[in-house]
């Protein structure tokens, strides 16, 4: 079931159906555990929309971010609780196929937000330290050392960055100082008081994204 709600609900880049560029500028996906707990996904896109007015121009240097989370009353001890509930709610709710599924999305098992970066500062300036990143975590050539690390079950962080047609970052791995992961991480928590509901199309009613020439 777990896979099925993320393919449905977690997939960012369903989140936007973009006027004139068909990607989101940045994508986040978080995994709790190495179960792939649902916790939350994140897409940012720059631009217009398919909804916006023909001829609306001011559009064009937007930056909108959506986000799919999995609800949880307070704030978890640990992010990867909020998958686990939310597949303990779904299985309260007897949902054993995709039309339930489906249902229960539409019936509020995920929260479904949007936030305007134009009207969240913290975000934004977020935004702008992009440049400060590094895509790997681990230098080519190790080092010998003594040092050894030893993380279990640990969370996982998906960030794909597309800042323009000919380029395309991508990091997963755990959340960590200085990488893409951790800046991801406090990306999702700069926008934490600006999320209001979104009212654009649900993910999992939109159809499947279109490919992006990945193989």
Same mark, same amino acid.
């Given at each position: 079931?777990?896979?099925?709600?993320?393919?449905?609900?977690?997939?960012?880049?369903?989140?936007?159906?973009?006027?004139?560029?068909?990607?989101?500028?940045?994508?986040?996906?978080?995994?709790?555990?190495?179960?792939?707990?649902?916790?939350?996904?994140?897409?940012?896109?720059?631009?217009?929309?398919?909804?916006?007015?023909?001829?609306?121009?001011?559009?064009?240097?937007?930056?909108?971010? #959506?986000?799919?989370?999995?609800?949880? !009353? &307070?704030? $978890?001890?640990?992010?990867?609780?909020?998958?686990?509930?939310? *597949? +303990?709610?779904?299985?309260?709710?007897?949902?054993?196929?995709?039309?339930?599924?489906?249902?229960?999305?539409?019936?509020?098992?995920?929260?479904?937000?949007?936030?305007?970066?134009?009207?969240?500062?913290?975000?934004?300036?977020?935004?702008?330290?992009?440049?400060?990143?590094?895509?790997?975590?681990?230098?080519?050539?190790?080092?010998?050392?003594?040092?050894?690390?030893?993380?279990?079950?640990?969370?996982?962080?998906?960030?794909?960055?597309?800042?323009?047609?000919?380029?395309?970052? #991508?990091?997963?791995?755990?959340?960590? !100082? &200085?990488? $893409?992961?951790?800046?991801?991480?406090?990306?999702?928590?700069? *926008? +934490?008081?600006?999320?209001?509901?979104?009212?654009?199309?649900?993910?999992?009613?939109?159809?499947?994204?279109?490919?992006?020439?990945?193989?």
């Amino acid at each position: 079931m777990h896979q099925t709600v993320l393919a449905e609900a977690f997939d960012p880049e369903r989140f936007f159906d973009g006027r004139y560029v068909e990607a989101p500028i940045l994508t986040i996906r978080y995994l709790g555990d190495d179960y792939d707990f649902p916790v939350y996904a994140i897409a940012l896109y720059k631009g217009c929309h398919d909804a916006d007015a023909e001829g609306d121009r001011s559009c064009r240097d937007r930056l909108q971010a #959506r986000m799919i989370r999995a609800p949880y !009353d &307070g704030e $978890p001890e640990r992010p990867r609780w909020r998958g686990t509930r939310l *597949l +303990e709610d779904l299985h309260t709710r007897g949902v054993s196929s995709r039309k339930e599924l489906l249902k229960a999305l539409d019936d509020g098992a995920v929260e479904w937000l949007e936030a305007d970066l134009a009207t969240c500062p913290a975000a934004l300036n977020h935004a702008r330290s992009t440049d400060e990143l590094r895509w790997f975590g681990e230098p080519l050539i190790q080092e010998p050392s003594d040092e050894i690390a030893i993380i279990m079950h640990f969370d996982t962080i998906d960030v794909r960055f597309r800042p323009n047609y000919f380029t395309d970052f #991508r990091y997963q791995g755990h959340v960590g !100082d &200085g990488l $893409p992961s951790g800046w991801a991480d406090a990306f999702a928590k700069s *926008l +934490e008081s600006c999320w209001k509901p979104a009212t654009a199309t649900r993910p999992w009613r939109r159809a499947v994204a279109k490919p992006t020439g990945d193989k």
